[in-house]
């Protein structure tokens, strides 16, 4: 029995669903989920903030507020400190910012207008 399973098909491998259970499209995980269903808001069927507890991930989560705050969304901002959770989406430094089931920063903290300002490229 190998330790490591290399040749693991990559559609074997599944997407983490929505935190909203709305019944995003996520086929596999090499697709991108860049829309959601009927719930999506401008685009945003959900935001999280991956972290592990601490001050840092703490900042990331209420900037991340702030900014959907700012952008008057009526979205939810999701804290996951699960590290089951977090491996899932391959992030290997927190805090990590997760928009629509995509990693669109990590190891840093984004003050609230620079997430407004990535949520805007993204099409928000």
Known sequence: MALFNFGKNKEEKQAPSCAYNCGCPTSDATETVTECCGTAVNGI????????GCKACHEQF?????????MRL???????????????????????????????????????????????????
């Open 45 to 52: 069927c959900c935001i999280k903030v991956l972290g592990a």
């Open 62 to 70: 209420e900037y991340a507020k702030e900014a959907v705050k700012n």
């Open 74 to 124: 009526s979205v939810e901002v999701e804290y996951i400190t699960d590290m089951a959770k977090v491996m899932e989406y391959g992030v290997m430094s927190m805090p990590a910012l997760v928009v629509n089931e995509k990693v669109i920063s990590m190891g840093k903290v984004l003050k609230a207008a620079d997430i407004k300002k990535l949520l805007h490229k993204l099409g928000c």
